[in-house]
């Protein structure tokens, strides 16, 4: 990953926020049980930042008390100090270590963004500026009338929310647009924005859903802490079982991202080298075991927010080789996680199921949530046991939420080729040649990025939206026939050809419907199936992987 940069600024008098802030600069208000600056910073480390740079100003000494060098939040912090206000850009062109491209933010912002992702979409689009704004409605409590030139009547809304996009106090910047800033003298925002505009300069916006606050009144700061534990998401302490695997190491580490103390259990069948990423971090342990382990689970388990249940015996293969150590771990250690989690007050639990539980279903009437299950092997039949037992356990101080998730592709740090997307893409990229067996038949997809998002998601959602939920998790246009799959792989991998096979072992063949995961959790995919082609075909060519043969690669 690109290394960032953020510059935050922190000089302000908090005026706004008063009596608060009369003797207290306001980065140190406590939200919860952190100043509001802790709390930004932390966030940063997860997301990345390796350094950061605090424009201070008022009481800045006890900013620099109490931070010092950042080494209590895992950045490395440097100060620059105003004599008199500059406004919000001023300050930047006073300092001269600053990388080509670089975060800048107000200190009182309190939100779920990805950090990361603004940082790589400003990059690739090489823009001056680059603003990130979140969507806002306000209720108007009047009758809108609309008309024309002539006075004539062409709409009546009775009080409409109407929509606005609001700035959200954080910004990343390349240098070139401080050009125009003049040294040593005020400069704000708006100021830069206008001018960049005025000159064609690239400022682009970058639109984020994410929760965000901007602590600048007592009546923010009031409402804070309340929505700040509702959205626990920036402090929550998290158990992934399973989370070595191929979607558990990457959710694991958009996690840790993202601020939250993470610790994993694994039985580490494939090895650990998955999160070497994250060994030796702050706010992240690793802890080898199975989930079979009683006394492990009465260890492990107290103290966390969440847990999120995705170890498992994944696939029919796998499943078939031994059935009933299959049952034993993806039903009944299923089972005792749920029962030890409860028992020990843990609050959200994640379920990862399979879309394969719909077994066959009419490619003319895609299947949601309510449809009948017809699970067609061990897997899915251990997978629709364990999801009763899950759903059922729901009570108003547990919230257990079920994920049918689609066939799983995309990159991970623990990389899998037995998969449908990246088998074929590297049986086009290595023997030019993808065969396959009943090409007629349906699959449901997702990548691995999006089913973290998803996951996420759920742990971030209202207790009223996801407890004992299922949500299917993949999109619409992902449902693909896998002969379109074939000729997906065969227009991106040159020199490909396909053979098809009529027989097959595998009967399954199901199409999936996405709309209450869109409506109620506001999940969408990011990635398509050919994008996925894409990503592992261009990884191949560059040789990610020195052997994707290799037996760790195939459950």
């Not at 997301?47 to 009481?59: E, F, N, S």
């Not at 620099?64 to 300050?91: C, I, N, R, W």
């Not at 007050?345 to 379920?351: L, S, Y």
Request: glycine share 8%.
């Amino acid at each position: 990953f690109p290394i960032m940069h953020t510059v935050i600024l922190a000089g302000g008098r908090g005026r706004r926020l008063a009596p608060y802030t009369i003797n207290f600069p306001k980065p140190l208000v406590p939200v919860g049980e952190m100043p509001i600056l802790e709390i930004v910073l932390r966030q940063l480390h997860g997301a990345g930042c390796d350094k950061a740079t605090l424009a201070v100003g008022h009481l800045a000494e006890l900013i620099m008390a109490y931070f010092g060098k950042g080494e209590q939040v895992g950045v490395d912090l440097t100060y620059s100090s105003e004599k008199q206000p500059l406004g919000t850009v001023g300050p930047l062109a006073l300092m001269n270590d600053l990388p080509e491209d670089f975060l800048v933010m107000n200190g009182d912002v309190l939100t779920t963004l990805d950090y990361r992702a603004l940082y790589e979409y400003h990059l690739q689009h090489d823009a001056d500026l680059t603003i990130a704004c979140h969507r806002c409605t306000t209720k108007i409590d009047l009758g809108i009338v609309e008309f024309d030139e002539r006075l004539q009547v062409t709409g009546y809304r009775e009080k409409p929310r109407l929509p606005y996009d609001v700035s959200m106090g954080v910004y990343a910047f390349n240098r070139r647009a401080l050009d125009v800033v003049p040294m040593g003298e005020y400069y704000d925002l708006p100021t830069l924005v206008l001018k960049l505009v005025e000159l064609g300069r690239k400022v682009k916006v970058y639109m984020s859903d994410a929760m965000w606050l901007d602590i600048g009144r007592v009546e923010d700061y009031a409402n804070a802490s309340s929505v700040f534990e509702e959205h626990r998401k920036l402090t929550m302490k998290i158990l992934v079982i399973g989370g070595a695997g191929y979607v558990g190491s990457v959710l694991t580490t958009r996690l840790h991202e993202q601020g939250h103390e993470l610790t994993v259990l694994d039985s580490l069948v494939f090895g650990s080298q998955s999160l070497d990423n994250l060994k030796g971090q702050e706010r992240f342990e690793l802890i080898e075991g199975d989930l079979r382990d009683q006394e492990l689970l009465d260890r492990t388990i107290p103290g966390h927010d969440a847990v999120c249940l995705l170890a498992a015996i994944v696939g029919e293969p796998a499943c078939n080789r031994d059935e009933a150590t299959a049952e034993e771990i993806n039903l009944h250690g299923a089972l005792k996680v749920l029962e030890t989690s409860k028992k020990h007050g843990v609050t959200r639990f994640v379920f990862t199921s399979t879309c394969s539980n719909y077994g066959i279903s009419d490619p003319n009437a895609p299947a949601t949530e309510t449809s009948p299950l017809k699970p067609l092997s061990v897997y899915s039949r251990s997978k629709v046991e364990a999801e009763k037992a899950i759903l059922a356990s729901a009570d108003e101080n547990f919230v257990p939420t079920v994920l049918r998730l689609s066939t799983a592709f995309g990159i991970s740090p623990r990389m899998r080729f037995d998969l449908l997307v990246s088998d074929f893409t590297l049986a086009a990229y290595r023997e030019h040649k993808v065969v396959i067996y009943g090409g007629q038949f349906w699959r449901p997809f997702v990548h691995t990025q999006d089913i973290a998002r998803a996951i996420e998601m759920v742990l971030n959602a209202s207790p009223d939206v996801v407890s004992g939920e299922v949500f299917n998790i993949g999109g619409d246009g992902n449902n693909v026939q896998k002969q379109e799959l074939g000729e997906m792989v065969k227009e991106e991998v040159p020199d490909t050809t396909i053979e098809y096979i009529t027989a097959g072992t595998d009967p399954r063949s199901y199409r999936v419907e996405f709309s209450k995961a869109k409506s109620q959790l506001g999940f969408e995919p990011e990635w398509s199936v050919r994008d996925g082609v894409k990503e592992v075909y261009h990884c191949l060519q560059e040789d990610r992987w020195s052997d994707p043969k290799d037996a760790r690669h195939f459950n």
